[in-house]
C-alpha cells in the first residue's frame, strides 16, 4: 500500500485536528488536583524561579548578593552602614567589586575596614582592580586614622599602587 491509498481528511478533520494540539491535544491537561496540591504547586514553581534566577545574575553571591549590595548602597553615609556591610561579608563574602569595597572603606567597623583594605591589596596583587583616584584618597585619609592596624593596612596599600 503506498501513499495514494490512505483516505485524506476534510478540512473540518484537519481544523478539529489543529484546534485539539492547540489546546493540549484533546487529553486532560496536568494540572494539579486539589487546593492545597495548587498551591504546593505554586511554591514549588516560585522556588524553582528563585533558585534559577540565582544562576543568572551577575552579582556576586546571585540574587540575594545583589540585594546586598544595594542595602550596603542604600546604608551608605548612614550609621546602618556597619550592619550592612558585616551583613553582606556574612552571606557572601568580601566584594570583589572596587565600588563596593570603597563604601566598606567608609564604614565605622575597624573590622569591616580592615577585610577591606586587605581585599583591595589582593585584588591589586592580582591585577583584578583598578584603583580610582577617589579610592586613593580614601586610602591617604585611612592611613593617618588613630588605629594603628587600619593606618599600616592602608599605608601598605598606597605603597603598592
Not at 540575594?64 to 556591610?85: F, I, N, Q, W, Y
Request: with cysteine; aromatic share 4%; glycine share 10%.
Amino acid at each position: 500500500m503506498g501513499r495514494d491509498d490512505r483516505e485524506k481528511l476534510s478540512f473540518s478533520e484537519l481544523d478539529r485536528l489543529r484546534r485539539e494540539r492547540r489546546s493540549g491535544g484533546g487529553s486532560e491537561t496536568r494540572r494539579p488536583r486539589g487546593g492545597a496540591a495548587e498551591v504546593r504547586s505554586r511554591e514549588a514553581t516560585t522556588a524553582y524561579l528563585k533558585e534559577v534566577g540565582k544562576l543568572f545574575s551577575d552579582a556576586k553571591g546571585g540574587v540575594a548578593g545583589e540585594s546586598l549590595a544595594k542595602a550596603v548602597r542604600d546604608a551608605h553615609g548612614t550609621p546602618e552602614l556597619g550592619a550592612a556591610c558585616r551583613a553582606y561579608r556574612a552571606a557572601v563574602g568580601m566584594p570583589e567589586d572596587v565600588g563596593l569595597l570603597s563604601l566598606f572603606l567608609d564604614a565605622e567597623d575597624r573590622e569591616i575596614v580592615i577585610a577591606a583594605l586587605q581585599a583591595l591589596a589582593a585584588g591589586q596583587r592580582a591585577g583584578s582592580l583598578e584603583v580610582s583616584r577617589s579610592v586613593k584618597s580614601r586610602l591617604r585619609v585611612l592611613a593617618q586614622d588613630r588605629d594603628d592596624d587600619v593606618a599600616f593596612e592602608a599605608e601598605e596599600l598606597l605603597a603598592r599602587l
